[in-house]
């Protein structure tokens, strides 16, 4: 009789246990839907930086296949001039708009409390400064890796993979500030981010 109460025990405390765990991709079917904000430093390869901040939502579309779209803004408040014998940083008023699509893949690593999320997006950047006569609107492809921290079933956060470290690249065009012709940029999240998210 005490060894049959003990194995109950035992069992209930298993499937309390079991109950209480977070999902993951992998039950996207019972939470399909995932809101996440983050935020960050910034690095431009043309000698600026900055602070990021966005939102995105993604849909479970197949096994551990997420889809949806993010809205980001960043602000460069610093610029080294690069025709300067020595560098020099100066503040500044300049803003990135960007709209995506994104993609990304979600594998399970520990049990369900954490997972690594990789993939990437494709979108366009409005450039707004004071030194520019208008707004400028460039292309911008995004790839992305990252920690996901499964803290209950609905809620968790997000950390670079070294956790003070880049976590994403973006590329794409932007105009310059001195005559505004368009070239390349790349942009990375230098300092690693913070990002929190909702399932439901």
């Not at 839907?33 to 479970?60: K, Q």
């Not at 020595?86 to 990304?104: E, K, Q, R, S």
Request: net charge positive; hydrophobic share 45%; proline share 4%.
């Amino acid at each position: 009789m005490k060894r049959a109460l003990i194995v109950l025990l035992f069992a209930l405390t298993a499937f309390a246990a079991r109950g209480a765990e977070p999902a993951v991709a992998e039950k996207g079917v019972e939470r399909p839907n995932v809101i996440e904000i983050r935020g960050g430093s910034t690095w431009d390869i043309n000698s600026s930086l900055g602070l990021f901040f966005y939102a995105e939502y993604a849909r479970n579309m197949k096994g551990k296949f997420w889809l949806g779209g993010r809205l980001g803004e960043a602000y460069e408040v610093m610029v080294g001039d690069p025709s300067a014998e020595t560098l020099h940083l100066v503040l500044m008023n300049y803003f990135v708009t960007t709209a995506y699509g994104i993609g990304y893949w979600e594998f399970p690593v520990a049990r369900k409390w954490l997972s690594f999320r990789v993939g990437g997006g494709v979108g366009l950047g409005v450039h707004a400064a004071e030194d520019l006569y208008r707004p400028t609107v460039g292309p911008y492809v995004m790839v992305r890796a990252e920690w996901v921290v499964h803290i209950t079933r609905n809620f968790g956060l997000s950390l670079s993979p070294l956790v003070i470290g880049p976590s994403q690249f973006e590329f794409g065009l932007a105009p310059g500030r001195k005559n505004g012709a368009m070239k390349m940029s790349g942009k990375l999240d230098w300092l690693g981010h913070l990002g929190l998210y909702v399932r439901f």
